[in-house]
């Protein structure tokens, strides 16, 4: 998983899930996670971002062996 691709795709959700923060009347527990990234994930570290980064690669290859 390529850092730059990653960056964007975290820029670009951010952007395309906007709109649930706005909802006030959504109680769904994804949408509610959403929100809460939305607003927590600009405040992180660069170190918390790298981190996030370094975690979710974790997952991606146990996921690709796991297939194997």
Known sequence: ?????L???MNTNLQ?????VE???SSDIFQCQIR???FW???W???QRVQL??????????SLNGIS
């Not at 998983?1 to 691709?5: E, I, S, Y």
């Open 1 to 5: 998983m390529n850092d730059t691709f």
């Open 7 to 9: 960056a964007h795709l």
């Open 16 to 20: 395309i899930n906007s709109e649930f």
């Open 23 to 25: 909802r006030s009347d």
């Open 36 to 38: 809460l990234f939305h």
């Open 41 to 43: 994930y600009p405040q």
């Open 45 to 47: 570290s660069l170190e």
């Open 53 to 62: 980064v370094s975690n979710l690669k974790d997952i991606q290859l146990k």
